[in-house]
Nanobody, 124 residues
Framework: VQLVESGGGSVQAGGSLNLSCAASGDTYSGNCMGWFRQAPGKEREGVANIDDDDVGTTTYADSVMGRFTISKDNTGVYLQMNSLKPEDTAMYYC????????????????????WGQGTQVTVS
């Protein structure tokens, strides 16, 4: 059960970043996958998720709609972030649906219980 994020960094406002999450184990097969973020002093919030259905149904937070795109393939889930704003600055976490051993968060009708370690995104 492993989720490993990469792709974070520092970028100027208006720029782009593409986050990747390498997923392995039972957490990936048949589960909804999502991206969350947490800024200093704020609660963790859902950013986007993608269902493991025939069409890959996606859900986005209003704050990122039209700017971020979530996708997945056989080995991972990705978050393409365009037109970045300073308010997008946060630690970004990859998550998988299911009852994991620790922190669990409900968002957009799914319970996410498996988490990566996070990757920092800073927009200035």
């Amino acid at each position: 059960v492993q989720l490993v994020e990469s792709g974070g960094g520092s970028v100027q406002a208006g720029g782009s970043l593409n986050l990747s999450c390498a997923a392995s184990g039972d957490t990936y097969s048949g589960n909804c996958m999502g991206w969350f973020r947490q800024a200093p002093g704020k609660e963790r919030e859902g950013v986007a998720n993608i269902d493991d259905d025939d069409v890959g149904t996606t859900t986005y937070a209003d704050s990122v709609m039209g700017r971020f795109t979530i996708s997945k393939d056989n080995t991972g889930v990705y978050l393409q972030m365009n037109s970045l704003k300073p308010e997008d600055t946060a630690m970004y976490y990859c998550a998988a649906e299911g009852g994991g051993p620790g922190y669990i968060e409900r968002w957009a009708g799914h319970l996410f219980g498996y988490w990566g370690q996070g990757t920092q995104v800073t927009v200035s």
